[in-house]
């Protein structure tokens, strides 16, 4: 039943991303971002989610298993968001990766940490250093995140839509990723107690 929830909500993903509307300049690539924008916005907030359990688990030991699922559903979003960018990349931009754009770079850097600390974790039976390990990607996303500029990245593509289909379904995009997330935080702390 609960494995269903979540082919459910990954579904409701795809048939959004789907059926989203195409965009004047960007014809049909336009839906692809719409995924995009949604993939790199819930994996901040599950960042963040991973960083205050890892900060409770400090204090207290029952928040660990959440802040372990929450940094494995991290690096799930944050690695489909690696794989869907240099495609959109290439067919928005003409070149696989703009090295060029802050983003860009502060997005592959958060992945290769993401995934650091889930392998270290993972081979790690000790507490404090693990939950100390987890703050590490929000730390650095704060870090970061106050010397982020723009090269080529556009300002707010959707927001500044004047199609309400384009923002209706983005929305109906990002709300499903980001309960598909929450979902299996909540499923995969389970596993971890």
């Known amino acids: 039943m609960l494995k269903r929830v979540g082919i459910l909500l990954s579904g409701l993903i795809l048939v959004l991303t789907l059926l989203a509307p195409a965009e004047k300049q960007l014809g049909s690539i ?7 924008g949604a993939l790199i916005q819930v994996s901040l907030i599950l960042l963040g989610l991973t960083t205050l359990f890892a900060l409770l688990s400090l204090f207290r030991r029952k928040y660990y298993p959440l802040a372990r699922s929450s940094l494995k559903v991290t690096t799930v979003f944050l690695t489909a968001n690696v794989l869907l960018v240099p495609i959109i990349t290439k067919l928005t931009w003409g070149i696989f990766i703009a090295w060029q754009e802050p ?61 309400l289909a384009i923002k209706a379904c983005s929305l109906g995009i990002y709300l499903s990723a980001l309960s598909l997330g929450i979902f299996w935080i909540w499923y995969w702390q389970k596993q971890e107690v």
């Open 103 to 163: 983003r860009v770079i502060t997005t592959f850097f958060l992945f290769a940490l993401t995934v650091a600390v889930l392998l270290i974790t993972d081979a790690s039976d000790n507490l404090v250093l693990n939950s100390l390990l987890c703050v590490l990607p929000g730390l650095a996303l704060i870090l970061l995140g106050l010397n982020m500029g723009r090269v080529l990245h556009p300002v707010n593509p959707i927001g500044s839509s004047e199609s």
């Open 30 to 36: 336009a839906k692809l971002i719409y995924l995009h």
